[in-house]
Nanobody, 119 residues
Framework: QVQLVESGGGLVQPGGSLILSCAAS????????MSWYRQAPGKERELVLS????????SYANSVKGRFTMSRDNAKNTVYLQMNSLKPEDTAVYYC????????????WGQGTQVTVSS
C-alpha cells in the first residue's frame, strides 16, 4: 500500500521557521523525484520544490528562493521541507508528491498538512 504521510504543519508567526516531513512507504522511494506543493485557499496548487533521487534540487518556486530548502533521506524514505523567514502568504496546505523517474505515470500524493503563518 502506497503512503505519503506529511507531518510538521502548524501555526507559526511571521519570520518564523517550520520543518515539514513526508514519510513514504509502499514504493521504491529512492527512484522517485519528490516534490512539495502547496495550495492556498482559492488558489491553484503550485510547486514549491522538487528534489531528484540524488538529492539535487531540480525545481523551485521563485517565491520561496532563499527561504525554503528541501532534502531527502533515502535510508529513511523521508523528505523534508525546511521553511525559514515565513510570510503570511506562505499559508497553505502543503502536499508531498512522488513521481517515478522510470515511469512518469506512477505518481502519488500525500493528504496534506496545514501551515498557517499569522501573528
Amino acid at each position: 500500500q502506497v503512503q505519503l504521510v506529511e507531518s510538521g504543519g502548524g501555526l507559526v508567526q511571521p519570520g518564523g521557521s517550520l520543518i515539514l516531513s513526508c514519510a513514504a512507504s509502499g514504493f521504491t522511494f529512492r527512484s522517485y523525484v519528490m516534490s512539495w506543493y502547496r495550495q492556498a485557499p482559492g488558489k491553484e496548487r503550485e510547486l514549491v520544490l522538487s528534489i531528484n533521487s540524488n538529492g539535487g534540487i531540480t525545481s523551485y518556486a521563485n517565491s520561496v528562493k532563499g527561504r525554503f530548502t528541501m532534502s531527502r533521506d533515502n535510508a529513511k524514505n523521508t523528505v523534508y521541507l525546511q521553511m525559514n523567514s515565513l510570510k503570511p502568504e506562505d499559508t497553505a496546505v502543503y502536499y508531498c508528491n512522488g513521481v517515478s523517474s522510470i515511469n512518469y505515470h506512477l505518481r502519488y500524493w500525500g493528504q496534506g498538512t496545514q501551515v498557517t503563518v499569522s501573528s
